[in-house]
């Protein structure tokens, strides 16, 4: 058995495939660059392409699965930049990374208390050696309800740590989970829009979920509210965001995620001009955040990532359930 890595960073990813590579006796080959016409022929010879977030077209799996290839193992908990229809359609199998919901969780209360306390103002003014007070006064988290749409792992894990700082938690999800109840209220969206000072996304992007943000949603909440996002780009509509903040009906963003952002997040375009304008526009506010898709980004993390990658190819060659699988 062999996987063949694509866009591998040798900096992180690399020095865990060779212990993996060990402990579950399947060999790789990596570089570091995304699939392209021009690299598709690396993978011969490999039962499974990996990939994190990129661009692949369905062309690319038809080269592969000719090739022999039947398993593409993500490294990632995202999984929308696979072509499922064509990977269903080739009897490719799809697998989505699995880690510890703490290190996005987290990331993500560290996003609510710098929109809520105003740091990017914060420390852009510091730069120009501005310590006035005026205009910084932010909110309290504590004096907050915050709504957490999707109580998956992460979302559950992030109202398990937001309770100790004392604060109203409102939760949604399609299937409720008896564990957030302990410490959040279900209701439905339109209350959970009205009554949140902070609203935080954890859901996948689906085409049922596309959008879920947009200009009717933000016309339902609070004047201020504050959004906030380490999910997927494709849950906010760009153009309602830039809209509700421009109003001032949005208070401010904490954004780890944007839409289009393949092609830009881990890579070093200094110096270029970006065809994301949504994203130049937010990044001009000094009430939003935008970090570059970094809430996954500890080692644990990164290991677990790779470690699916092998985990779940030897579950699926040798016929063990693989719990991670995407249902196509």
């Given at each position: 058995?062999?996987?063949?890595?694509?866009?591998?960073?040798e900096?992180?990813?690399?020095?865990?495939?060779e212990?993996?590579?060990q402990?579950?006796?399947?060999?790789?080959?990596?570089?570091?660059?995304?699939?392209?016409?021009?690299?598709l022929?690396l993978?011969?010879?490999?039962?499974?392409?990996?990939?994190?977030?990129?661009?692949?077209?369905?062309?690319?799996?038809?080269?592969?699965?000719k090739?022999g290839?039947?398993?593409?193992?993500?490294?990632?908990i995202?999984?929308?930049?696979?072509?499922l229809?064509?990977?269903?359609e080739?009897?490719?199998?799809?697998?989505?990374?699995?880690?510890?919901p703490?290190?996005?969780?987290?990331y993500?209360?560290?996003l609510m208390?710098?929109a809520?306390?105003?740091m990017?103002?914060i420390?852009?003014?510091?730069?120009?050696?501005?310590?006035?007070?005026a205009g910084?006064?932010g909110r309290?988290?504590?004096?907050c309800?915050?709504g957490?749409?999707?109580t998956?792992?992460?979302?559950?894990t992030?109202?398990?740590?937001?309770?100790?700082f004392?604060?109203?938690i409102?939760?949604?999800?399609l299937y409720p989970?008896?564990e957030?109840?302990n410490?959040?209220?279900?209701?439905d969206?339109?209350?959970l829009?009205?009554?949140?000072?902070?609203?935080?996304?954890?859901?996948n992007?689906?085409?049922?979920?596309?959008?879920l943000?947009?200009?009717?949603?933000?016309e339902?909440?609070k004047?201020?509210?504050?959004?906030?996002?380490?999910?997927?780009?494709?849950l906010?509509?760009?153009?309602a965001?830039?809209?509700?903040?421009?109003?001032?009906?949005?208070?401010?963003?904490?954004?780890d995620?944007v839409e289009?952002?393949?092609?830009?997040?881990?890579?070093?375009?200094?110096g270029?001009?970006?065809?994301?304008?949504?994203?130049?526009?937010l990044?001009?506010?000094?009430?939003?955040?935008?970090?570059?898709h970094?809430a996954f980004?500890t080692?644990?993390?990164?290991?677990?990532?790779?470690?699916?990658?092998?985990?779940?190819?030897?579950?699926?060659?040798?016929g063990?359930?693989e719990?991670?699988e995407?249902?196509l």
């Open positions: 058995m062999k996987i063949f890595f694509y866009t591998l960073r900096f992180d990813e690399l020095p865990y495939c212990p993996f590579k402990k579950y006796g399947i060999d790789y080959a990596w570089t570091s660059e995304p699939p392209c016409p021009e690299n022929h993978a011969e010879g490999c039962d499974a392409v990996s990939t994190n977030p990129c661009e692949i077209r369905p062309e690319y799996l038809q080269t592969f699965a090739m290839v039947r398993y593409l193992p993500c490294r990632s995202g999984y929308d930049h696979i072509p229809d064509t990977a269903k080739l009897g490719l199998r799809v697998s989505h990374s699995h880690y510890p703490e290190g996005v969780a987290n993500t209360i560290m208390l710098m809520t306390r105003k990017n103002q420390m852009l003014r510091a730069v120009a050696q501005d310590y006035s007070l910084k006064m309290d988290l504590s004096s309800t915050v957490v749409i999707g998956g792992k992460i979302g559950r992030v109202i398990r740590h937001l309770s100790g004392g604060c109203r409102l939760a949604y999800d989970n008896e957030v109840c410490t959040a209220e279900y209701v969206l339109d209350t829009y009205a009554e949140s000072d902070v609203i935080t996304l954890h859901l992007a689906t085409p049922e979920n596309h959008y943000i947009n200009e009717a949603a933000i339902k909440m004047p201020g509210v504050i959004l906030i996002n380490t999910a997927r780009g494709t906010i509509e760009p153009k965001l830039v809209n509700g903040l421009e109003s001032g009906k949005i208070g401010g963003a904490g954004l995620v289009d952002e393949n092609g830009i997040c881990y890579y070093n375009r200094a270029e001009a970006l065809a994301n304008r949504e994203l130049a526009l990044r001009s506010f000094p009430n939003v955040i935008v970090s570059p970094t980004y080692d644990v993390n990164v290991a677990s990532m790779v470690q699916s990658a092998f985990e779940a190819v030897s579950n699926m060659a040798a063990r359930p719990p991670n995407v249902k």
